[in-house]
Antibody, heavy 125, light 109 residues
Framework: QVQLVQSEAQVKKPGASVKVSCKAS????????INWVRQAPGQGLEWMGW????????NYAQNLQARVTMTTDTSTSTAYMEVRSLRSDDTAVYYC??????????????????WGEGTTVTVSS | EIVLTQSPGTLSLSPGERATLSCRAS???????LAWYQQKPGQAPRLLIY???SRATGIPDRFSGSGSGTDFTLTISRLEPEDFAVYFC??????????FGQGTKLEIK
C-alpha cells in the first residue's frame, strides 16, 4: 500500500539545523511531488513547500524560503526537508504529504491524499 | 494570498446529531481546489473530501461537502463517536501553493 514513513523525533538547540526524511513506498516516487506541512503545538497546519522528485523543482512558502531546503533521493525514494537557523517557534510536528492531481472531464482536482506519521522537532536551549 | 476562515472554532454536539462546519475564503476558490481533512489527537490529517464535494476512498457517506465561490460546507449527517476530531479546509492556489483554515474542533457535548 502507499505509505510515507518519516524519521524519528529530534531535539535541537536554537541556531542549529534539522533534517527530516520521508521514505515513500507503494507507488512510483517520481510520479508525484512531496509537500511538507508543519503544525506547532495546539495550532493549525502550515504548508512549507513542495518538491518534484522528477526534476527537483521546488516551491517554498515565502516566510521560510531563506531557511528551508527540500531535496529528494530517487534511488531510495526518500524526500528530505532541512530547516536552518532554528528558532523556538520552529518547534512543531513536521509532516510530509503526497500531493495528488486528478483530472477528469476537463476538471483537475488538487489535494493531499497520503500523509506521513509526522516527525516532532523540538527547539530548546 | 487567499485566507480561509473556518467557523465555528469549536462545535459541541452529541452523537447522532448533525454537524455543519463552514469554510469561507477571502477570494473565490475553484471548487476543484477545495479539500477537507480530519485530524485526531496524535495523528496525521486524513483526507475526507476533495473537489469540495467528492468523498475520498473509504470515507463513509455520512460525510458530505458542498459549496462554491467563497463559501464551503462540510456536513456530517449523524455523528458517530469516532467523528469527534479537528477538521481543516484547504485550498490549492498559486502563492502560496496551499493554504489551510485554522480548523474547527468538533467535541462531544
Amino acid at each position: 500500500q502507499v505509505q510515507l514513513v518519516q524519521s524519528e523525533a529530534q531535539v535541537k538547540k536554537p541556531g542549529a539545523s534539522v533534517k527530516v526524511s520521508c521514505k515513500a513506498s507503494g507507488y512510483r516516487f517520481t510520479n508525484h511531488g512531496i509537500n511538507w506541512v508543519r503544525q506547532a503545538p495546539g495550532q493549525g497546519l502550515e504548508w512549507m513547500g513542495w518538491i518534484s522528485p522528477y526534476n527537483g523543482h521546488t516551491n517554498y512558502a515565502q516566510n521560510l524560503q531563506a531557511r528551508v531546503t527540500m531535496t529528494t533521493d530517487t534511488s531510495t525514494s526518500t524526500a528530505y526537508m532541512e530547516v536552518r537557523s532554528l528558532r523556538s517557534d520552529d518547534t512543531a510536528v513536521y509532516y510530509c504529504a503526497r500531493p495528488q492531481q486528478y483530472c477528469s472531464g476537463g476538471t483537475c482536482y488538487y489535494y493531499m491524499d497520503v500523509w506521513g506519521e509526522g516527525t516532532t522537532v523540538t527547539v530548546s536551549s | 494570498e487567499i485566507v480561509l476562515t473556518q467557523s465555528p472554532g469549536t462545535l459541541s454536539l452529541s452523537p447522532g446529531e448533525r454537524a455543519t462546519l463552514s469554510c469561507r475564503a477571502s477570494q473565490s476558490v475553484s471548487s476543484s481546489y477545495l479539500a477537507w481533512y480530519q485530524q485526531k489527537p496524535g495523528q496525521a490529517p486524513r483526507l475526507l473530501i476533495y473537489g469540495a464535494s467528492s468523498r475520498a476512498t473509504g470515507i463513509p457517506d455520512r460525510f458530505s461537502g458542498s459549496g462554491s465561490g467563497t463559501d464551503f460546507t462540510l456536513t456530517i449527517s449523524r455523528l458517530e463517536p469516532e467523528d469527534f476530531a479537528v477538521y481543516f479546509c484547504q485550498q490549492y492556489g498559486s502563492s502560496p501553493l496551499y493554504t489551510f483554515g485554522q480548523g474547527t474542533k468538533l467535541e462531544i457535548k
